[in-house]
């Protein structure tokens, strides 16, 4: 019921402004620069493809403003490059003589304003906000004409990130208008100090004030400033000491309330009381990204920012608002907001709700000429400039991955000395623009390295099988003058150490996630948190976009299924996100025989300032092959923790069952008065075991699940898992025989495991086939093509009819739910080949069970054989064999004997 009312508020908030009666983001753009008297002009206009200079007399169309053209929110196709604006305005007469300025939150790219048919002004930049005085163009008592000119060409220097998934075209952000003093402010900058319980902050006029005035500072907890302004002045300064000062941390985000009025002007906005440092961990040299002076351990995702029907621009300020909601409920603390300096609404609510923010500089996919690095320099700026009191933005990210800096010499790519040296400009200049903030030079990835940087960041796709290597190589090298990860003539300072990008996504040969992701997920973290010297991750994505479809969430935002829940009650992703972990290494998954003993190690990691006594219980069950729960045994522990900790455990001696089973082992960690902290787990797989139940008169027989006696699927019929599972798509059978004898039955069940089986991307004739260049949105839009794929279980399911015959005879009929793919695929994980490849890997299905009618199986006694046919009506038929789904079984009948 949840999920449906999550789906129908999602389909409301993406409806709702586009009734004609709804003007769509009707609140005021920006909270942190805010005036009372300001008109929104978001909403219908007249548009035009018309790449002439000359203001059209016709509009073909009715465009939704402000969502990029091309984009199902605007109501107009993708069909030109350069289009023009036009709608009518009053001004508002209580505005009286003030002056009145046209603000446009974004427009990409190069901005053509005209008011009443006069030329008023031009910009060029696609992601921040510019402004014009439109006073002088106003007509007195008379409706107001405003046209705009929008020319989005492409420009290879332009920031034009990965708008392939979705472009920004014309104006994409809010365009409103507001009335401004003669003398007013532009901007101001707030600098906290919370060492000395001061802040600073410094307003910037919108030129040279015309006479001597003063400049005013209220704050909502009462306090107030004065500073003089001189003529001639184009910026004032007012510092306070703050009475009781009011720290703004995750947990307690509490943001000041200021107005600032110089003369008949006067802004509203905000601050955040805090602090971003690098610090030590307690007893330690190991550097930390620190908020209010404590170490933190970031997680964070990277958020591309992007709405299918919106592209760049988000449909409500309720969806913003839940974007931030959707990073926090499952435990992470902060997102990258990667390659596209974002809307300064969703900062408002990462500042409100409490979340930090990484924010990037897009990048250009051209050579970095002198045309690019005035672009990049102009947009960091600006961006700076825009969102410089944002208490949620903890760093700046500069590059990305070296996307834009390489030159072309003799047909190769060179990332030259010459670029380095001016990305380490870039990195001094936004040093210098902003001392309050850590900046990074490049997010690291593909042999390329860092210059001048506050952050030491790296990326990773890989499997999950190699993290602790990776993991162990990296923290070896991690040490004041170490050149790893650095460009030649660059070292290594006293850096925190983040990866700052994995997942699946890219992690497998050819992959772009689209497959179960808490798997390698939970292995990294495991590995992660063994490793100290990390000061965090960030996990690719937020969100699925387009063609990467490894995020928390789908596109939609709808909810994806991880399976914790099932393995351990109650357990979701924020255990994997918490202060306390108890961590079994990389490996989640053992085998072994019968009898064996598997040591399984053991780490606790307290990422708190705090110090104390817990208690780990530790219990292990399992499910036999013919189905049989048991519960093996369980234990408590007493801990003792310190703070930012990390220690060995003793290993875990764990003596396998003599029954073949998959069991799992879980972990649940308390504190002293019983509250649960953390839970965790691992699975144990007894592959040779007793394959008698408890029950003496039970007799169970299996067939392999690839030895089926016959087959019929018209569609297609083929075996994943490497063989150890059978699929069939649309209507079509398997039948399996049964070996039968005796005269001493009194009952015949049937037990297999089996989904749904829906035709996928991969399972078409043109398997395979993703052309197109993923970076800019130009690959597959099917989450199923790829190779490695198999989609996660979300929302969405794919449902088939199951009928079940024995010798002819009519045994059940049942609907099987899905096709899942989750972290309960134990086996389907297990089994992968280590080879940078995956076969349907964490598939699963659901463990059918019925009696089979005296009828069926005493006709079977007289040949000896008992024929069970799995039939599909509709959806496909998908059965699994035990080295694949979550059953350690194949085909099965279970014979009680008198």
């Given at each position: 019921m949840k999920k449906l009312l999550l789906l129908l508020f999602l389909g409301a908030n993406s409806l709702a402004f586009s009734q004609k009666t709804t003007q769509p983001l009707p609140e005021h753009p920006r909270p942190d620069l805010l005036r009372t008297q300001w008109l929104n002009l978001n909403g219908s206009w007249d548009f035009a493809f018309d790449s002439t200079f000359v203001i059209p007399t016709k509009f073909a169309h009715k465009i939704q403003v402000p969502f990029p053209w091309g984009s199902k929110l605007s109501g107009v196709k993708d069909?030109?490059?350069?289009?023009?604006?036009?709608?009518?305005?009053?001004?508002?007469?209580?505005?009286?003589?003030?002056?009145?300025?046209?603000?446009?939150?974004?427009?990409?790219?190069?901005?053509?304003?005209?008011?009443?048919?006069?030329?008023?002004g031009e910009h060029k930049g696609g992601y921040t906000p510019f402004d014009f005085d439109v006073t002088s163009f106003i007509k007195a008592g008379q409706t107001q004409r405003v046209d705009i000119r929008v020319d989005d060409k492409r420009r290879m220097f332009t920031l034009y990130g990965k708008q392939g998934y979705g472009n920004a075209r014309g104006l994409w952000q809010t365009v409103y208008l507001d009335a401004r003093g003669a003398d007013y402010i532009d901007h101001f900058a707030v600098y906290p100090n919370i060492d000395k319980g001061t802040v600073l902050i410094k307003a910037y006029l919108g030129g040279e004030a015309s006479k001597d005035s003063q400049l005013s500072l209220k704050l909502s907890n009462g306090q107030s400033a004065i500073a003089l302004v001189k003529k001639g002045s184009t910026i004032a300064e007012l510092s306070l000491q703050l009475k009781k000062a009011h720290l703004w941390s995750l947990e307690d985000p509490y943001l000041y309330d200021l107005t600032l009025a110089l003369g008949s002007d006067e802004v509203h906005g905000y601050f955040g009381f805090r602090k971003i440092s690098v610090t030590p961990l307690p007893g330690s040299k190991i550097p930390y990204i620190a908020l209010n002076n404590k170490p933190i351990y970031v997680q964070l995702a990277l958020d591309q920012s992007y709405h299918p029907d919106g592209f760049y621009t988000f449909p409500t300020d309720a969806f913003m608002k839940d974007e931030i909601i959707r990073s926090k409920r499952i435990g992470l603390n902060g997102i990258r907001t990667h390659i596209k300096v974002d809307i300064p609404r969703k900062l408002y609510w990462a500042d409100k709700l409490g979340l930090l923010i990484m924010s990037d500089l897009p990048n250009a996919w051209g050579e970095p000429d002198a045309d690019m690095q005035r672009e990049s320099e102009y947009t960091l700026r600006e961006m700076l400039k825009r969102d410089f009191n944002h208490p949620a933005i903890f760093s700046w990210i500069t590059f990305n991955e070296t996307w834009g800096l390489f030159t072309h010499v003799d047909k190769k790519s060179i990332y030259t000395p010459e670029t380095q040296k001016w990305v380490a400009s870039v990195y001094r200049l936004a040093k210098s623009l902003d001392p309050t903030r850590l900046v990074e030079d490049n997010s690291v990835c593909c042999g390329r390295g860092h210059t001048e940087t506050d952050i030491q960041s790296w990326h990773a796709y890989q499997a999950g099988y190699e993290w602790d290597k990776l993991m162990d190589d990296q923290s070896k090298n991690l040490f004041p003058g170490s050149q790893w990860n650095f460009e030649k003539g660059y070292v290594q300072g006293s850096q925190p150490m983040i990866n700052s990008e994995f997942g699946n996504v890219w992690g497998y040969q050819g992959s772009t996630g689209d497959v179960d992701y808490t798997f390698d997920y939970h292995k990294a973290m495991n590995s992660f948190r063994n490793h100290p010297k990390m000061a965090g991750w960030l996990y690719t994505e937020h969100h699925d976009v387009i063609n990467e479809w490894n995020g928390y969430y789908k596109f939609d935002r709808t909810e994806k299924q991880t399976g914790l829940d099932a393995i351990v009650p109650g357990m979701s992703l924020k255990d994997l996100h918490g202060p306390f972990y108890v961590s079994t290494g990389q490996e989640i998954t053992w085998a072994g025989k019968a009898g064996q003993t598997v040591k399984i190690p053991l780490h606790l990691s307290s990422m708190t300032d705090l110090s104390g006594d817990l208690r780990l219980k530790i219990s292990f069950a399992g499910v036999t092959a013919w189905g049989e729960k048991q519960n093996h045994w369980t234990k408590e522990l007493p801990l003792h923790f310190a703070p930012w900790d990390v220690k060995a455990l003793d290993s875990l001696a764990v003596v396998l069952p003599k029954d073949k089973s998959v069991n799992t082992l879980s972990f649940v960690l308390t504190n002293a008065s019983g509250k649960v902290l953390h839970r965790n787990f691992a699975h144990i797989i007894v592959e040779e075991g007793n394959l008698k139940p408890s029950n003496p008169k039970m007799e169970f027989v299996t067939v392999p699940v690839e030895r089926f006696s016959a087959s019929l699927f018209p569609d297609k019929q083929w075996s994943g898992v490497l063989g150890h599972k059978v699929n069939g798509a649309?209507?079509?059978?398997?039948?399996?025989?049964?070996?039968?004898?005796?005269?001493?039955?009194?009952?015949?069940?049937?037990?297999?495991?089996?989904?749904?089986?829906?035709?996928?991307?991969?399972?078409?004739?043109?398997?395979?086939?993703?052309?197109g260049d993923y970076m800019l949105g130009k690959g597959t839009f099917d989450p199923g093509v790829n190779p490695n794929a198999y989609p996660q279980t979300d929302v969405y399911a794919s449902p088939a009819n199951l009928r079940v015959s024995a010798n002819g005879i009519n045994v059940l009929e049942t609907v099987l739910a899905d096709d899942p793919s989750d972290h309960q695929g134990i086996l389907s994980w297990h089994y992968q080949a280590r080879n940078n490849k995956l076969d349907e890997a964490g598939t699963y299905g659901y463990l059918v069970q019925g009696l089979i009618p005296p009828a069926a199986w005493q006709v079977a006694l007289k040949t000896g054989k008992l024929v069970l046919r799995f039939e599909s009506k509709r959806g496909g038929l998908a059965l699994y064999g035990d080295q694949s789904g979550r059953y350690v079984t194949d085909p099965s009948i279970l014979i009680l004997r008198k």
């Open positions: 069909e030109a490059d350069v289009a023009w604006y036009h709608r009518t305005f009053q001004v508002p007469a209580a505005w009286g003589s003030k002056r009145v300025f046209l603000n446009i939150g974004a427009s990409d790219w190069h901005t053509l304003v005209y008011v009443n048919g006069k030329f008023v649309g209507a079509g059978y398997f039948e399996y025989e049964f070996p039968i004898s005796g005269s001493d039955i009194s009952e015949v069940r049937f037990m297999v495991e089996a989904s749904s089986k829906p035709i996928l991307g991969k399972d078409r004739s043109d398997a395979g086939k993703m052309d």
